[in-house]
């Protein structure tokens, strides 16, 4: 059985103060509708957790009650720290799940090929990262001053979600980040502490995260070219 | 006196077959015109090169007639390469031009505060580069299959246009890479060459590049957004 993560907790701080940008109108919707409604139309997702912040499981309730979802879900609440809400997430899932596809909230535009793609590449690899390749030119910087390294283009990903994971190997990743007291934002990290290699499953159409204000013209284009084929 | 080297002559292989990328039209005009416009506005900016495909300079001139544009210009041929096509720009600036703004055709959305910022890092430094934090999480793969490192986003910058420099230092530096048989993508690049420190100017307002089609649509926005500002 394979279930879906989508992490909707987060506080989303960059958009500016006292706005929940995961309520943020796109398209007329609520950016968090269009996320879940992705997962609720996947035929290859068995189940869905949510996660929320805490006061807010009626609200999503009744969004799938108005949309007249029907795929099974569940909300719980989100920990301090993504890692912390992808643990609870991670928790609530039904004992028959073995793969499960960690998503963020604010990734509205995901496509049922790639989360096929990522729920394949991690049944063979045990984890899997969708991602594209990096078309800016990307510097390190030691001082936030000046240049300090020139970074080959041609090794480099944008590492996006889904992160897709055999149930155990997420479980006993983040385990072990827990017990270094690390605190990880990105759960293909986790999984270097264990040595399980991460595949990367390209992402052939854009797949943004709404983080600036300035993103949500760019993911209302995104969600209208991929509702008109 | 400070000069504009706008690089126009690229063929956008990544919009599709037989599409001229400069030519687009984004909220009615052609992309190269809105860039254009940005630097025949800056009062920062006292003279403009085109570096253009050969043939297409009529085009270019009677772009600038119809939207009477004022500021000297002048257009050059590209090279093969971007290294020659900036360096032909820079073998047609005005002998008394000491600092150079080098920016890509395809970037309409520079703001006149971030071209003198790069100005003025330049005027001190020698070399600077309009750029951004990274915000997306990046890995490194040797063999594109599998992820072998994950980097540190708080080093990472994406590094824009334009890239600006005292005239002899591009010049010289150039001049190395060219003796070393190298075609750099990315100026800042060759200043490593003769060992100039680059510094990072950071843009606050997006500044993309119209790269691929579902650019267009973010790039519209980002304009109208600065119009009505």
């Given at each position: 059985m394979t279930a879906a993560v989508i992490v909707a907790a987060g506080q989303g701080t960059?958009?500016?103060?006292?706005?929940?940008?995961?309520?943020?109108?796109?398209?007329?919707?609520?950016?968090?509708?269009?996320t879940w409604r992705r997962f609720e139309t996947a035929a290859c997702v068995n189940e869905i957790v949510l996660v929320v912040r805490d006061g807010l499981q009626p609200a999503f309730a009744e969004l799938a009650h108005q949309h007249r979802f029907l795929k099974p879900f569940r909300c719980v609440a989100g920990g301090s720290e993504r890692q912390d809400s992808v643990w609870n997430g991670l928790a609530a899932l039904s004992p028959a799940c073995d793969l499960v596809a960690i998503h963020d909230g604010a990734r509205p535009c995901v496509t049922e090929a790639l989360i096929a793609a990522t729920l394949a590449a991690a049944r063979e690899t045990g984890a899997a990262v969708a991602a594209q390749r990096v078309t800016d030119t990307i510097k390190q910087s030691e001082d936030g001053m000046v240049i300090s390294s020139h970074l080959d283009r041609n090794k480099l990903w944008a590492v996006q979600t889904p992160q897709t994971f055999r149930l155990e190997v997420i479980r006993r990743a983040i385990a072990e980040a827990r017990s270094r007291g690390l605190n990880l934002?990105?759960?293909?990290?986790?999984?270097?502490?264990?040595?399980?290699?991460?595949?990367l499953v390209e992402g052939v159409d854009p797949n943004p995260k709404v983080t600036r204000p300035a993103d949500v013209a760019f993911v209302e284009a995104c969600l209208r070219s991929l509702s008109s084929r």
């Open positions: 960059r958009m500016g103060p006292g706005v929940d940008k995961l309520f943020l109108p796109i398209g007329g919707q609520p950016l968090i509708l269009h934002t990105d759960d293909t990290a986790a999984c270097e502490l264990i040595g399980q290699p991460v595949r």
